[in-house]
């Protein structure tokens, strides 16, 4: 018995061969168009302004949770004024108490507000950073020198620390809201859950001033943020170059971390007072905490006689301990992410 297939079977088969080449055209094409997209994806934030957008924002919940421990105890030295010496011990001490008394939450206190300011506020200074560059480079895509690196990052400085300080001053609240001052403790109603996040800001909002209680201590918080982000920034770059190797481009990983170290403590170190009052007018009203200042001025006579100078640079032991892992991880983590977004189209550094 023949198995020849018949006249009518040959000829459907035959129109079939080009329905089958017409539909693998057909997923070809839409493959194609689905690389298309994603390459003007990677095109699109792969933008220098950007991409140092996200690789800001990356860089800054990384290190802010590396010291969360040490942070909360700066701001607890910072707050403290005459008569309190519930946090006057060595820092080893001082994390101690902090552990016993309120445990690992206590450690980490303000850390997910700290996190949810410090992802905008670190995407909004380098993506600044980089947007500002543009009108000081003295021909596109060239180098920027010491001085205006420092100009450009006073000025990113600022349009972060603008954007987002509302969450800088409840970040503040909710570290010390817990601890164990026990002039807060009276004040807190026996079984009285603290508020989070919102309800300080909306506590804030209708019982001390409205919209400018949010606002409160911003202007040494901007005369310390400029000139602090501005050193960060030129110092950074500078010892980048110390610790890159004779003829590579770049420095390695520990390198990096070197550069940030050093940069954060020069930066942190020269501008440590404004950090200090900006602490002290963002608690300025809080109840138990004891003092009212009436400006800037008064401020800082006000500390200086009564807690002397050293009134000015308390906490910044921590601060120091805290700052070299924190601006190492933020600049590692910064150009780790940064090169990732941008991968080959990366031409320069900053």
């Known amino acids: 018995m023949s198995t020849s297939k018949t006249s009518e079977e040959q000829p459907a088969q035959i129109a079939a061969v080009p329905a089958m080449d017409a539909e693998k055209e057909g997923t070809f094409a839409a493959m194609a168009a689905e690389d298309s997209r994603l390459e003007q994806f990677k095109i699109f934030i ?32 910072q707050v403290q004024s005459v008569g ?39 995407a909004v200074q380098f993506g600044a ?53 026990e002039s807060l403790k009276s004040s807190v109603k026996a079984g009285e859950k603290l508020p989070g996040m919102w309800g300080v800001l909306v506590g804030m909002y209708k019982h001390e001033g409205g919209f ?80 009212q200042y009436a400006g800037i001025t008064d401020a800082i006579v006000t500390i200086l006689k009564t807690e002397g100078i050293r009134g000015l640079y308390k906490g910044i032991v921590p601060n120091l301990l805290k700052v070299a892992p924190s601006m190492a991880s933020s600049w590692l983590s910064f150009e780790f992410t940064r090169d990732l977004v941008m991968g080959a189209r990366k031409t320069t550094f900053l």
């Open 46 to 77: 792969a933008q220098p302004v950007l991409a140092s957008f996200i690789a800001g924002g990356v860089a800054g919940a990384v290190s802010r949770t590396v010291v969360s421990p040490l942070e909360r105890l700066k701001i607890l030295f």
């Open 84 to 122: 309190r010496n519930e946090y006057k011990m060595s820092v080893p001490k001082a994390l101690a108490k902090m552990w016993r008394d309120e445990g690992w939450r206590g450690l980490m206190a303000g850390n997910g507000t700290n996190c949810i300011r410090i992802v905008p506020y670190s």
């Open 129 to 181: 950073y980089n947007l500002y560059k543009r009108f000081f480079e003295d021909t596109p895509g060239s180098p920027l020198g010491p001085y205006q690196r420092l100009l450009c990052g006073g000025l990113a400085g600022i349009t972060s620390v603008t954007t987002t300080y509302p969450l800088d001053i409840v970040r503040t609240r909710l570290s010390i809201q817990s601890a164990s001052f």
């Open 212 to 291: 400018t209680a949010l606002y409160r201590g911003i202007v040494p918080t901007v005369a310390g943020v400029a000139p602090y982000v501005g050193l960060n920034f030129m110092t950074y770059e500078i010892a980048r170059k110390y610790f890159t190797p004779e003829g590579k481009k770049d420095p390695g990983a520990v390198g990096k971390l070197a550069a940030g170290a050093v940069s954060g403590a020069v930066a942190q170190t020269c501008t440590y007072p404004f950090d200090v009052l900006r602490r002290r007018f963002q608690v300025n009203t809080m109840s138990g905490m004891g003092y």
